[in-house]
């Protein structure tokens, strides 16, 4: 079965400088979920979207923003990086309106590292 | 949002069934339990969710007593490669909402 893509798989940047992290939700999943998780940490939410509108917002920094397009799949930008946005970005998507209840299923993850 | 509290660490065994259980309290009406498991460097893995009293798959058990107030994952007949991070959740289903893991439990198997 057809799972969550992330893209990339890793990515090295140093200070200051910008990312962008992909997700592909699963085929018909129209909810996508960004996470983080840092070194020994457990995952914190960041932001979701449904139906294309940011639907709930957790620690995102004001540095990092994020969008879904027509077509579900979600991008979230990372400006002026700093060493402590080293970390694991998961990306997660459901379908919005499921039963008996909804589920997020997780992507493989990007793995950021920041020098 | 309910707070969950689950040991932060659990041994056993090959073979055996491993019984994880998680409190929450202040778990409300409209709220679901649901269990994640995670490797290391890998997306946490839905393994079950439930309601009340008991769900049933083919990797685990999900126990929950009338009151709510805490849930019993069951493993049966662990192996190796269940050694991981375990997160226990609760909250609503409702599309985009955050779930929000606490300090999950770290099975650690062995032959």
């Known amino acids: 079965a057809a799972g969550v893509i992330q893209s990339p798989r890793h990515l090295i940047k140093e200070k200051r400088e910008t990312a962008t992290l992909k997700c592909y939700p699963i085929?018909?999943?129209?909810?996508v979920y960004w996470y983080q998780q840092g070194p020994g940490q457990d995952p914190q939410f960041l932001i979701s979207?449904?139906?294309?509108?940011?639907?709930d917002k957790g620690s995102i920094p004001d540095r990092f923003s994020a969008q879904q397009f027509s077509d579900y799949h979600s991008e979230l930008n990372m400006s002026s990086l700093e060493l402590g946005d080293s970390a694991l970005y998961f990306c997660?998507?459901?379908?919005?309106?499921?039963?008996?209840?909804?589920?997020?299923?997780f992507g493989p993850g990007t793995r950021l590292l920041v020098l | 949002l309910a707070k969950t509290t689950q040991p932060i660490s659990m041994d056993s065994y090959e073979g055996q069934e491993v019984n994880i259980t998680c409190s929450h309290n202040?778990?409300?009406?409209?709220?679901?339990i649901t269990w994640y498991q995670q490797f290391p460097s890998q997306g946490p893995r839905f393994i079950i969710q439930?309601?009340?009293t008991k769900v049933t798959n083919e990797v685990a058990s999900l126990f929950i007593p009338a009151d709510r107030k805490s849930s019993t994952l069951s493993l049966p007949r662990v192996s190796l490669s269940d050694t991981a991070v375990y997160y226990c959740?609760?909250?609503?289903?409702?599309?985009?909402?955050?779930?929000?893991f606490g300090k999950g439990t770290t099975l650690s198997v062995s032959s």
């Open positions: 997660a998507s459901s379908l919005g309106i499921s039963a008996p209840q909804e589920t997020q299923y």
């Open positions: 202040n778990i409300a009406t409209n709220d679901y």
């Open positions: 085929p018909r999943h129209d909810t």
């Open positions: 979207f449904y139906e294309k509108m940011q639907s």
């Open positions: 439930g309601y009340k």
């Open positions: 959740l609760v909250g609503e289903r409702q599309a985009g909402t955050a779930l929000i």
